[in-house]
């Protein structure tokens, strides 16, 4: 009995140890720079290496200790058939879980960060930001801060708002006092330090006019920004933009159209 019980803790100790040395082995891996350039869901990826090598680390220690203590669990499950029944419908959903978990990540539908809107197989919506992508189960954080945990066989619908058109766009009015071709240019430059400064590294910044009155023109400015900070780099843009115009004159005093 000692002998045994000395063995199951030697087991258990070198198990956890193998475990946290494949853990910390795959943080160094994913946090490695290069990685990130040819892995662009390092997160996602990184989250589901940890929840695979938990899982195979858990069935090995089982089957470990098992076999110190001399428990053949082979007869035991073929002549408890009300045992192996439950067990059988128990795994069918977990195989679905895992199943739809590897399927959302083939199809790239969301990652770690992105903000999602999910609907259940039961009709309930669930709103907030991804947190970590497991093998059975994904979490979120939602306005609250709580953690939700859904497993991923109940997912019916996912509705990503970090995947909407990274296309930001807003107009802006100024007084005919140039030929609309130099204003143009002169606002694309305006436009291209603003963008550049609001963090969005002149992202293919383009201005076009979109309306033309006796006394006024009105452009439209577009640049690309990062899906999740649409809203924030919008603002800083603009707001850049604006006082950019308004210090050149072109602009008066007051909020752009």
């Known amino acids: 009995m000692v002998r045994q019980l000395l063995d199951t803790a030697i087991a258990i100790i070198v198990a956890f140890v193998i475990w946290r040395l494949c853990i910390a082995v795959v943080d160094r891996f994913f946090g490695r720079r290069f990685i990130s350039r ?64 590897f399927s959302g990540l083939l199809e790239d539908q969301y990652d770690v960060g992105d903000a999602l809107e999910i609907t259940t197989t039961t009709n309930a919506v669930i709103v907030g930001t991804v947190e970590t992508v497991g093998l059975r189960t994904t979490r979120l954080i939602d306005a609250s801060g709580r953690e939700i945990f859904v497993p991923n066989g109940n997912i019916l619908m996912v509705a990503n708002e970090s995947r909407r058109p990274n296309r930001a766009t807003f107009s802006i ?85």
């Open 38 to 101: 040819f892995i662009p869901r390092v997160a996602t990826f990184s989250q589901l290496a940890k929840s695979l090598i938990s899982f195979v680390a858990l069935i090995a220690v089982v089957l470990i200790v098992l076999n110190i203590w001399s428990v053949n669990v082979e007869p035991a499950l073929w002549s408890a058939g009300i045992v192996t029944a439950a067990l059988a419908f128990g795994a069918q959903t977990i195989v679905r879980d895992v199943l739809a978990g």
């Open 173 to 257: 009015t100024l007084p005919l006092r140039a030929p609309i071709d130099a204003m143009r240019d002169r606002i694309a430059a305006a436009a291209a330090a603003g963008a550049d400064g609001a963090g969005a590294a002149n992202a293919d910044v383009s201005v076009s006019v979109v309306d033309v009155k006796p006394d006024l023109v009105t452009f439209s400015v577009a640049f690309h920004a990062p899906r999740a900070e649409m809203a924030n780099r919008l603002a800083d843009a603009r707001q850049r933009i604006s006082a950019d115009l308004q210090q050149q004159g072109w602009l008066p005093s007051g909020p752009p159209s």
